[in-house]
């Protein structure tokens, strides 16, 4: 049975790591959240590790820098895992080829940028659907646009037998008051058609891996029982961390808002209607982190 909870220093103390999810948890797409900010503050305060594992399809740099913008502190979080890092991890090992078509948001090229982590990476060359050998979907071209509007293409595509590598596994996230479709709706998509969709991001197991590293390279060695992951995705970072076996805190008052009728808080009826309804199961919930 999930617990909702006040504030995250309610129960802080049971665990010495985070695993926080970013957009709706720490910032709305477009400005930081100051309650969310000072309660990951407060936590390290006490000694605790943050690692802010993301679904998004940019290198951690490129997500440390989009925080600078949003006015995320770097006194928050300690280290930055992103989908964007595994996939591309696996995209320069050649897990859909040399030469792929590339579907994505203008200035996503940056995701073909040369990696320095991996030993004799492949050449990746992005190239027109009909002399590509794989497909690397970093998001919709038009993230307003009904990911319905790919279904020729990804006939295509399907037809000649190409997977695609999914960047981002989210199907949605809001910018503000403004509702967008992800690489995750597309990916959705290709698989329903009977395509192959590669994931490398929540609920995948390859981010936990790499959020895992990350939290080893602070020189701590913390065992899976004392890690807490925090996000407002019953699909992404619930579903997620219950493959993973972490206790987790669902934040209600992201994409699940409505659903659960939260204002300052779920209402603990609607709560419990989502989750049996979406098969979730998360540790605790709360409106907002703070």
């Keep these: 049975m999930t617990r909702i909870i006040p504030t995250l ?4 103390t049971q665990y010495d790591a985070l695993f926080v999810d970013l957009w709706g948890c720490v910032h709305d797409g477009v400005t930081a959240l100051p309650q969310a900010v000072a309660a ?6 006490t000694g605790g590790k943050v690692v802010l594992v993301t679904n998004s399809p940019r290198p951690h740099a490129g997500v440390e820098q989009q925080l600078v913008t949003f006015g995320v502190p770097d006194d928050s979080w300690d280290a930055i895992a992103t989908s964007g890092d595994s996939a591309r991890s696996a995209m ?16 996503d090229e940056r995701f073909f940028a040369p990696i320095g982590v991996i030993e004799n990476p492949i050449d990746v060359q992005p190239v027109p659907l009909d002399q590509a050998e794989g497909i690397v979907c970093t998001g919709p071209q038009d993230p307003l646009a009904d990911p319905a509007v790919m279904r020729p293409e990804f006939l295509l595509a399907k037809q000649r ?9 989210d199907i949605i996230v809001d910018r503000g008051e403004q509702r967008e479709w992800c690489a995750g709706a597309l990916a959705q998509l290709y698989t329903e058609m009977g395509g192959e969709s590669l994931y490398f991001g929540k609920p995948h197991p390859p981010i936990y891996d790499l959020a895992r590293r990350r939290l080893a390279a602070l020189g701590t060695d913390i065992p899976d029982n004392r890690i807490l992951a925090i996000g407002d995705g019953v699909l992404t970072d619930i579903a997620g961390a219950m493959g993973e076996d ?3 805190l669902f934040i209600t008052g992201g994409l699940a808002a409505a659903n659960t009728k939260t204002q300052t808080q779920p209402d603990p009826g609607a709560l ?3 989750l049996q309804k979406e098969k979730s199961n998360p540790t605790f919930a709360i409106g907002y982190l703070r």
């Design 161 to 169: 037998g190409l997977k695609l590598l999914c960047a981002n596994p």
């Design 272 to 274: 419990n209607a989502y």
């Design 92 to 107: 320069f090992q050649g897990v859909v080829g040399k030469r792929v078509w590339h579907i994505g948001y203008p200035g």
């Design 40 to 45: 990951l503050q407060a936590y390290r305060k």
């Design 246 to 248: 972490i206790d987790s």
């Design 9 to 12: 220093s309610d129960i802080s």
